[in-house]
């Protein structure tokens, strides 16, 4: 069986004070029993906070970029093993706002899927189309290219580590969900493509998530697809109650 994941992308929000608040509202009101791995993702500046606060609870933290070096002259840059050693388990790769703001290529994103993987910690894989290439039908294209790219180089035993989150970048922030039929439809295209690339065994593995305007609301139905394993949260992870109402609905 594989893993339920729900994921909160937290960006670029959330001081020191905020991040306290969130984490004791997720962990005081966090279901006991949960049948999703729950991660968080806190600004680089509290990851070392989150892990210390979370450490007798289930929930994991993930940083929310890794840098594709391991040491050196990368002025302002956060190394793997710098954030291993604060207890960051997961690392958000190549999310559409680090493709697109900071120009970050296919090439650029193996090495940091790599970087991850050297240091033990969990890439959660982004691809997704934008709204001119599912518009011209060319969404399949552009996801097989971004996975093949940045993944595929690697061994079948490296690949079965990696989580891999479908967020078409059209329905990033925008309140604009993906239809439950459309998520499956990719998920399922994405799940066929590794199982041409590794093995169908492989491909069973693999959870897959959805992101892009997950609500309390709309949850439920996309969780419900069988290529669905979870969601990467934007937005609504920045709510307590919201984000538990999303974990409660895998
Ligand atoms: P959203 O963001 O849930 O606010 O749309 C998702 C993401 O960017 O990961």
Redesign the pocket.
Known sequence: MRKKIVAG?W?MNCNLAETKLLLEGLTQHLPNQITAEVIVSPAFTNLHYAFENLKETPIHVASQNIHENDSGAFTGEISASMLKAVGVSHA?IG???RREIYNESDALLQAKVNQSLANEITPLF?VGEKLPAREAGQHFEVVKQQIEKATFHLSAQEFKKIVV?Y?PVW?????K?ASPEQAQEMHKFIRDLIAQNYTETVADEISILY?????PANAKEIFSMPDVDG???????LKADDFIEIIKSI
């Open positions: 992308n960006k958000i999310h559409s706002e982004c989150a967020e329905a990033i922030g925008t309140g969900t992101g892009g305007s997950v609500k969601g990467l949260i934007g937005g609504a992870s």
